[in-house]
């Protein structure tokens, strides 16, 4: 068979894009390794800025997310014993919306249903063919039997693991990456969140990580050694080291009850520029990768399907020359994203073997975010998103 644009994965990036491509008249087909269930189980990222939320509401797939979402005007950096307020909305007029991966991917499922769109799921053994090529085509299995798609283009939104990246031959291909020597172990509870807005708390024992998916759900992260095996930690465990790393008034008032999941992800910032390869557009984490403190992952996806929508409607609108802008559009905006993810990692984690000086150089950073409203603009500005150029 053949579409315009194949998109590979079925994750907010494939999902997003190829739903926005569909309502502007551009016929998709998005291939999906796992099930439909198995996407929905993952619980990821919980913190949209306003562009991601800007492009749901014009497609039509904000409904549930405008009634359920939380808006979040600040929010609380906790450094040893002290904590104060980043508030979010004086210092940018803007906020956060508290709506989880899970959701947003869930109403673009339902969308796609309802238009008709094809989503082809538990497909295997995904292969690229001449993405730099004039006739590029897609091949794969799908409960035992060979298909090809043949398309113009191919949108790979295969996240870290998938093969689209791995399609652009290794010596033409830039990459940058630095890996942490810690991960998160995160936890889900049925019970109410700690505190109103989330808490980023940096301690002697490590960082840790407050926040919420809604008033009766509650997400939290500790610090951990690379390798931890989340069995390996009771809840009890995780509870009581969560509690030595936050605020006491805060550790006080916290409600636990069982982890619901339990998962560790490791702490990676990875870029490859070649995000264009010929008639191939790389998007998401397939792309990128950052640490999560900052809650960039998927926002940064959302500015690359911003970027990559205008290219592809650019190119079947007649000015052939858009799609040569992909990389660079989205790379600038990726680049940006990556140094606030690295500092705030930077900034409230313990580093194993931290000497003096990197210990005062955190203080003085804190120090700063405290006490000078300009810093602590350029920080919310940030974290709320920065416009798409
Ligand atoms: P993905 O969500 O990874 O989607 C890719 C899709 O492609 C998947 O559905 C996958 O099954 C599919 N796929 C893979 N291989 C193939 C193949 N061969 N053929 C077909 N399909 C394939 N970000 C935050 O901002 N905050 C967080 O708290 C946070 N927590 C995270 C926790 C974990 C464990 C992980 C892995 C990521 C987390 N992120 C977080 C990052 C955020 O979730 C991602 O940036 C976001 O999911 C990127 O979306 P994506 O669609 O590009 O990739
Ligand atoms: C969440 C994850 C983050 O990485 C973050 O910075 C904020 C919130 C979350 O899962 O809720």
Redesign the pocket.
């Known amino acids: 068979r053949r579409t315009q644009v194949c998109v590979?994965?079925?994750?907010?990036?494939?999902l997003l894009l190829s739903h926005r491509l569909h309502r502007a008249g551009i016929d998709t087909i998005v291939?999906?390794?796992?099930t439909k269930a198995h996407?929905l189980s993952?619980i990821?990222?919980?913190?949209l800025e306003a562009g991601l939320v800007a492009q749901l509401r014009e497609i039509g797939c904000a409904g549930r997310l405008d009634a359920e979402g939380q808006v979040h005007g600040g929010c609380v950096l906790s450094v040893d014993s002290e904590a104060f307020r980043v508030d979010f909305a004086g210092l940018t007029g803007q906020g956060v919306v508290v709506y989880g991966?899970t959701e947003v991917t869930r109403d673009l499922f339902a969308a796609k249903e309802r238009a008709g769109e094809t989503i082809l799921f538990g497909?295997e053994d995904?292969a690229l063919h001449d993405p730099d090529g004039a006739a590029p085509f897609v091949t794969?299995r799908q409960d035992g039997i060979a298909h090809r798609v043949d398309c113009d283009w191919i949108a790979g939104?295969?996240?870290?693991?998938?093969?689209s990246r791995q399609a652009i031959p290794r010596d033409r291909r830039r990459e940058v990456e630095k890996v942490y020597p810690f991960g998160w172990l995160?936890i889900l509870s049925e019970t109410p969140p700690v505190h109103d807005e989330l808490i980023y708390a940096s301690s002697d024992r490590g960082f840790a990580l407050c926040s919420m998916r809604s008033a009766h759900l509650s997400r939290y992260y500790v610090q951990v050694p690379t390798g931890t095996d989340p069995a390996s930690w009771s809840d009890e465990r995780f509870w009581d080291e969560l509690r030595a790393r936050i605020p006491p008034e805060r550790a006080e008032a916290l409600v636990t009850g069982p982890a619901i999941e339990k998962?560790v992800?490791p702490l990676r910032s990875f870029v490859c520029e070649t995000m264009r390869w010929g008639r191939l557009l790389l998007?998401?984490?397939?792309a990128h990768i950052v640490p999560?403190t900052g809650?960039?992952?998927?926002?940064?996806?959302a500015s690359d399907v911003h970027y990559a929508f205008e290219a592809l409607h650019g190119h079947y609108g007649g000015s052939q020359s858009e799609a040569d802008h992909y990389a660079a559009r989205a790379l600038a905006r990726v680049w940006k994203a990556e140094r606030f993810s690295w500092w705030m990692t930077t900034l409230l984690h313990r580093f194993p073997g931290r000497s003096d000086f990197d210990r005062r150089m955190q203080e003085a950073e804190i120090a700063l975010l405290r006490d000078d409203d300009s810093y602590r603009r350029a920080m919310a500005r940030n974290y709320v998103g920065l416009p798409y150029s």
């Not at 998007?283 to 397939?286: E, N, R």
């Open positions: 590979i994965g079925g994750g907010p990036s494939g291939i999906e390794r796992r996407v993952r990821r990222a919980g913190v991966q497909v995904v794969f939104c295969d996240g870290f693991h998938g093969p995160g998962s992800a998007l998401g984490d397939a999560p809650a960039k992952g998927l926002n940064t996806a």
